[in-house]
């Protein structure tokens, strides 16, 4: 590898993982990342881990579910569990729902969904506390024998104006999800003043690219980050949320 | 490198460009990109290179860029530059502009912005048509005998409910800006019926990882991506514009 180069290689043979199991020694196992790498995975492997399955058959729909269902032209059972994991509804229109999770993301459907976990009539919720799954993965890890690799977890958000998905932080450890060059200088000497590089959220995208969504691959690892990656857990992927009296479009 | 992987190298070397400069054979000379490669450019160089820089001595704000910038607190030159750029105000509050552009896309102050533009006094303007760019740099590329990798042309977006800005792709040839799943299934083989992946502006978010601000470095070459590239140039980065019948949050 080249000097300023990023390697991103896919971490592929973990199989599937249930609740309770050690996710950092998995990865350690099928990837051996090492001290200065990333290490992203897929909100669902960490979902699984942390028993965030839910069988639709179990879920009784209120009555603001079934209403909102109707309208959406979605299943109630869903939509109740969206509402379950969610603090606002932000939007309900056009067989749309997005909500502000209780974990804080704005997103559609709270994040749930039901590709790849496995089982028919199952649905995957997303972690709780995505930034402390991040810091207990990063600690198993490093348990495992595997150094103090960064770790981020992504999962896949629509985003308002553009169509199409875009993988995003949701939890990290041991790396600044903000990179904030304000009141730092461009190449000629000019002050910056409103450039905060999303990096957490760069990371999650990149490590997307080396996975499509039948492949079974529930992560990569990031080689060439080493100056990004701290010692510390760091903010957590709370940073990137932007304050409701900030934000123009609730 | 090991199969499924994808090494990103900095473009460096490129030097200053100016209006008129062939940045495909720029891009050769410094890069050599390959066939079956990805070719993310900043908005910056390409802007430079097609004369979209302005002298804000030379812009004489209007009675709509006056009473904006003083409401918002901004310099009425580079808002009469926005509106100018701009079919429709989205969002003018707190501080914020936020515009459709002519091009089509939805970000703060129309894509112009002062950093590493080379001098005071002067910003840089989006390209005209950044999807006709890509594709110009992408024949420039091969005449100057480097095959015909893939061309991004990327911009950092602020985004709606998230602090930071993330490289967004505004323009791109040779690569399917949206990896629709749709009607394709998952591992267990369950129908995917949303699943669009945004890929353009993954490759855009995954090249911004070799840069820094005020490193000089104007794009990155992605390898390991030759199963999207594509011997036509595609639909280009509009193909990411959420039409407005779609679009919950204008």
Redesign the interface.
């Given at each position: 590898?080249?000097a300023?180069?990023?390697?991103?290689?896919?971490l592929?043979g973990i199989g599937e993982v249930g609740e309770g199991d050690d996710l950092g020694r998995l990865v350690m196992q099928a990837g051996a990342p090492r001290d200065g790498e990333v290490v992203v995975l897929s909100q669902k492997i960490v979902s699984k881990s942390e028993g965030r399955l839910r069988r639709l058959d179990e879920v009784e729909p209120g009555a603001e579910a079934n209403e909102l269902a109707g309208r959406l032209d979605k299943d109630p059972r869903i939509v109740e569990l969206v509402l379950a994991e969610s603090a606002i509804v932000i939007?309900a229109?056009?067989g749309?729902l997005?909500t502000e999770t209780s974990g804080g993301w704005?997103c559609a459907n709270a994040g749930i969904d039901?590709?790849?976990?496995?089982?028919?009539g199952v649905v995957a919720l997303l972690p709780v506390d995505a930034d402390a799954s991040a810091r207990r993965i990063r600690a198993e890890i490093a348990a495992a024998g595997g150094g103090s690799p960064a770790v981020v977890i992504a999962d896949?958000f629509g985003?308002?104006?553009?169509?199409?998905?875009?993988?995003?932080a949701i939890g990290c450890a041991g790396v600044a999800?903000?990179?904030d060059?304000r009141g730092?200088?461009?190449?000629?000497g000019?002050e910056?003043r409103a450039?905060?590089?999303?990096?957490g959220?760069?990371?999650a995208?990149?490590a997307?690219?080396?996975r499509t969504?039948?492949?079974?691959v529930p992560g990569a690892i990031?080689s060439?980050?080493g100056h990004r990656v701290t010692l510390g857990d760091g903010p957590g992927a709370v940073?990137?949320?932007?304050p409701p009296t900030?934000?123009?479009?609730?």
């Open positions: 590898m080249a300023g180069e990023i390697v991103i290689r896919p592929a939007r229109e056009r749309v997005i704005i039901s590709s790849n976990v496995g089982e028919d896949s985003r308002a104006w553009r169509l199409g998905q875009a993988d995003m999800p903000i990179d060059w730092r200088h461009d190449r000629d000019r910056l450039t905060e590089i999303a990096l959220d760069e990371l995208a990149a997307d690219l080396v969504k039948d492949s079974g990031l060439g980050l940073a990137l949320r932007r900030e934000d123009l479009f609730r």
